[in-house]
């Protein structure tokens, strides 16, 4: 997780493509199906620690 973290702020690392590619999946996910990701969220947070990403938080109706 911290080299994860750590790559975020470089440009064209591992780590931001995928927080780029995943977040466009989220917003198309937002607009598509908005019930999944609310229920995605839930079952997450009781089986994995979450962190917050070091970075411009996205703009969540299910985030608590």
């Not at 702020?9 to 917003?27: I, Q, Y």
């Not at 411009?56 to 109706?61: A, F, T, Y």
């Amino acid at each position: 997780m911290d080299t994860y973290f750590g790559q975020l702020s470089t440009p064209g690392s591992d780590a931001s493509e995928h927080l780029a590619r995943m977040t466009n999946k989220v917003e198309k996910l937002e607009k598509q199906d908005p019930n999944f990701l609310q229920t995605n969220y839930e079952i997450d947070v009781d089986y994995f620690d979450l962190k917050k990403l070091p970075t411009k938080p996205l703009n969540r109706s299910f985030q608590k």
